[in-house]
């Protein structure tokens, strides 16, 4: 079955940058990775989940939160079926269990943002901003 794995997480201080990954594996016969929207949803302690930011490889199109346009830049390389995230100058309002999520298949870019559009999630990795 196809499984979502995030290592790169931990702890860091606040300006730094950090990369984080997410691998997929399991992927149904005959599918392709770069035909799947892949997103980061972020949830910090007390809040809900969050979308981050998504990317759609078939179009080459992107989506950030505005919270975080500036700073994160979401990537992909579909020859090793990851896709990262990395964020410039941390702050401690970033502190959150970090989830990737997979359509497995292509949505429409109003849909991007929605969780509920995505199918399969990672279990998270914990990024904490913190001197």
């Known amino acids: 079955q196809v499984q979502l794995v995030e290592p790169g997480g931990g702890k860091v201080q606040p300006g730094d940058s950090l990369r984080i990954s997410c691998v997929a594996s399991g992927l149904p016969s005959g599918v392709t990775f770069n035909t799947w929207t892949m997103a980061w949803f972020r949830q910090a302690p007390g809040k809900e989940r969050e979308f981050v930011a998504a990317?759609?490889?078939?179009?080459?199109?992107?989506s950030y939160a505005d919270s975080v346009k500036t700073r994160f830049t979401i990537s992909r390389d579909n020859a090793k079926n990851t896709v990262n995230l990395l964020i410039h100058s941390l702050k401690p309002e970033d502190t959150a269990d970090y989830y990737c999520?997979?359509?497995?298949?292509?949505?429409?870019?109003?849909?991007?943002?929605?969780?509920?559009?995505?199918?399969?999630w990672g279990q998270g990795t914990q990024v904490t901003v913190s001197s």
């Open positions: 999520a997979a359509a497995g298949g292509s949505i429409i870019r109003s849909e991007m943002a929605t969780a509920g559009r995505y199918n399969y």
């Open positions: 990317n759609k490889w078939s179009t080459s199109y992107t």
